[in-house]
């Protein structure tokens, strides 16, 4: 196991912190998306459900429910040439050191929403991202890197309304070797 992270952490992979994609659109949430959303999750809130239940708790009709909501920037599959990366998931795309690169070998470690309004069936949404934070830290598998992104869910008048900040920690790849040795 290494005794620094001086490695990990470049002056490359540091000027990544603070970088921010441009406003990017979403693809608009219809009653279908939410439906599915509701049959994967359990979540039957009625407030996504039923326009007159949501009018008569407030709201101006149905609402989406805010985990759908956060998590709809990740599920962007095309690229952004403009900027040669995919606007809504800058860590994809970080200059890390050969063996963290599998992103199938990260983890999570923390998800934090925070909900400023809500947000209508149908209502036009964009997104914009940026890297917050990069470090690195010891732990049982050896040295991670840990990194937090920020999106931001926006409206049509770029008002945000969703603060998404999400940690998660890249792994040294095992290699096969290691892990039959310690099966062993």
Known sequence: MSTTAEPLITDELRS?????TPVKPLES????????????????????LDDVFARSAGYRGRILPPLLVGWLPFSIKRR??????????????????EAYTNVRNARNVSVEFEWLRAVYLGEELFTRSSIA???AREGKRGWGIYVTQENRILDKQHEVVLRRHQTI???????????????K
Do not use: C
């Not at 959303?37 to 039957?44: E, N």
């Not at 995919?86 to 890390?96: E, M």
């Not at 920690?169 to 099966?183: H, I, N, Q, R, Y």
């Open 16 to 20: 990544w912190i603070g970088k921010t």
């Open 29 to 48: 949430i219809t009653a279908s998306t939410v439906r599915r959303y509701v049959d994967a999750t359990g979540d039957d809130n009625q407030l996504w």
């Open 80 to 97: 952004d040439d403009s900027m040669g990366f995919d606007a809504a998931d800058l860590r994809r795309y970080l200059p890390l050191p």
């Open 133 to 135: 934070d990069i470090a």
């Open 169 to 183: 920690v890249l792994l040294p790849e095992a290699k096969f070797s290691d892990v039959t040795e310690k099966g």
